[in-house]
């Protein structure tokens, strides 16, 4: 069965200290990869997206992901976090074949301390 | 542009009590889903419409029912309200099927069975 694994369910970090959100997918076929973002109180935002191309993908608010299809990751990635990073991270995938068919990870928390 | 709009916000009910929860979008959109998120457990999909006049079932099925009403509008229904029922629920839209599908979400509706 289709699957998405997010390795770290809470993550907490100082302001300025760098992030990194492992996420792993099982599928043998083509994918799009997502990664959604939901602030307190809000809805889910789309973060950024890889559909083909350059593997290294960039986002909103200085987000960025490297697709590694020999290890079937898409880990989120950025620099120095802010505290109005806090917000719970989702990676998700769509098989290519069906691409109505969007499967999530279980989600990230991630708390950043001023 | 609101986008994808959700009614009510929050609702509490008993058990066996039944309500209809509200989507409608306004990007035009093909499909429209319907999530629920759980803590440690991500978004799971109930029902999809993948046009209008189409319904088919999701991960989660059992305990609801969906009316894709016209292109703007899916709701989803709970017949008879169980406690296994709380849960945060997220409506969404895209597109269609194609091959650079993004969905989009609502802000959720919070849903307390007692």
């Known amino acids: 069965a289709q699957s998405v694994s997010q390795h770290n369910h809470h993550v907490i970090l100082s302001e300025a200290a760098s992030l990194e959100l492992g996420c792993n997918y099982s599928?043998?076929?083509?994918?799009?990869l997502f990664w959604y973002v939901q602030y307190p109180g809000q809805h889910l935002q789309l973060l950024l997206k890889y559909f083909s191309g350059d593997p290294l993908v960039k986002g909103i608010k200085g987000f960025e992901a490297e697709f590694i299809k020999s290890k079937f990751s898409f880990n989120l990635r950025k620099p120095s976090v802010q505290w109005s990073d806090t917000a719970e991270y989702f990676c998700a995938v769509s098989p290519r074949s069906n691409t109505g068919k969007l499967i999530f990870g279980q989600g990230t928390t991630l708390q950043v301390k001023p | 542009n609101a986008g994808v709009t959700q009614t009510p916000k929050f609702q509490v009910l008993k058990t066996g009590q039944s309500m209809t929860l509200q989507c409608a979008q306004d990007m035009n959109h093909n499909s429209m889903y319907w999530y629920r998120q759980d803590p440690g457990m991500g978004l799971r999909l109930i029902y999809y419409?993948?046009?209008?006049?189409?319904?088919d079932k999701g991960e989660v099925p059992n305990g609801y029912n969906v009316s894709r009403l016209n292109k703007r509008e899916f709701s989803l229904r709970l017949e008879s309200a169980a406690p296994s029922q709380t849960s945060v629920y997220f409506c969404a839209s895209s597109d269609g099927q194609g091959v650079g599908n993004i969905q989009y979400f609502g802000a959720g509706t919070r849903l307390s069975v007692l």
């Open positions: 419409s993948a046009s209008e006049g189409t319904t």
């Open positions: 599928y043998g076929g083509t994918v799009n």
